[in-house]
């Protein structure tokens, strides 16, 4: 079950399923300033100043226990998930990628989203964590499932991992369109059309992303009670998350994250 946990202003969500340092955080509790950023933006290119992502990020780590080390990357709505070792140097480059993987502590692994689908892996059996966004390409391209191959290639067994998927875009707000639908299926299968559900007022077409990548999740052998799904939706508390579809894209970014205890 999903919680909301308030240290020192910083408003985060987590995970009781997760027993490791993870959060995913608000709009609440940092330093930007701008209108459409206030005020706990981890995003780069938005808008905001390099220090008070910097602070904003701090803040979020030591709220949610997590180390300062971080490592975030350039997303690419790609399956492209890397190993990481430690944080990102200074001076050192956002590797361009969708998710991480380790298993050494000191180590927090960050994906971005304002909409897309966090998703944060727990490998108990080997002690590695990993987490990956998955926007409806990675969605397609089966980042969940591939997520779960990095973490069995470090000798995890995917019936004892844990996952948690975070707060993203709901199914009542993702409305999509036939190429959409035709990229969709085509990727995973006519079976995933049950994530997607015709309204009857307007006749579109609304996509349920976190119940696809759950179900990924299972296809590739976790346990049902091993995933915890957040049923919170970005578009519908705009004022609470950051979402690119409510705001036409004028937005700050939240950040999910993990690490080994």
């Known amino acids: 079950m999903f919680h909301e946990k308030r240290v020192n202003g910083v408003l985060f969500l987590y995970s009781d399923l997760l027993p490791c340092p993870h959060g995913f955080s608000t709009r609440v509790g940092g330093v930007s300033s701008l209108p459409h950023l206030k005020s706990m933006n981890l995003g780069e290119n938005r808008g905001d100043t390099p220090e008070n992502i910097a602070e904003n990020t701090r803040l979020f780590c030591l709220a949610a226990e997590l180390p300062q080390s971080t490592v975030s990357a350039r997303q690419i709505h790609s399956d492209q998930i890397l190993y990481r070792e430690e944080g990102l140097k200074k001076g050192e480059e956002r590797p361009q990628c969708d998710g991480f993987y380790t298993d050494k502590r ?20 080997v002690e590695a964590v990993a987490a990956l966004h998955a926007g409806w390409r990675g969605t397609a391209q089966n980042i969940a499932g591939k997520g779960v191959e990095k973490l069995t290639s470090l000798g995890a067994d995917p019936q004892k991992m844990l996952a948690a998927i975070g707060v993203g875009i709901g199914q009542c707000c993702y409305q999509v369109d036939d190429p959409f639908i035709d990229a969709f299926l085509g990727a995973l299968g006519e079976d995933f059309s049950r994530f ?66």
């Open 106 to 125: 000191g180590v927090s692994l960050f994906v971005k989203i304002a909409d897309c689908i966090p998703i944060l892996l727990y490998a108990p059996d």
């Open 196 to 261: 997607l559900k015709k309204n009857g007022e307007d006749g579109r077409y609304y996509a349920d992303l976190k119940g696809a990548n759950k179900a990924l999740l299972l296809s590739a052998g976790l346990k049902e009670e091993h995933i915890d799904l957040c049923s919170q939706c970005t578009m519908c508390q705009s004022t609470l998350f950051f979402s690119h579809r409510a705001t036409n894209g004028v937005r700050g970014t939240m950040g999910a994250a993990i690490a080994l205890p």
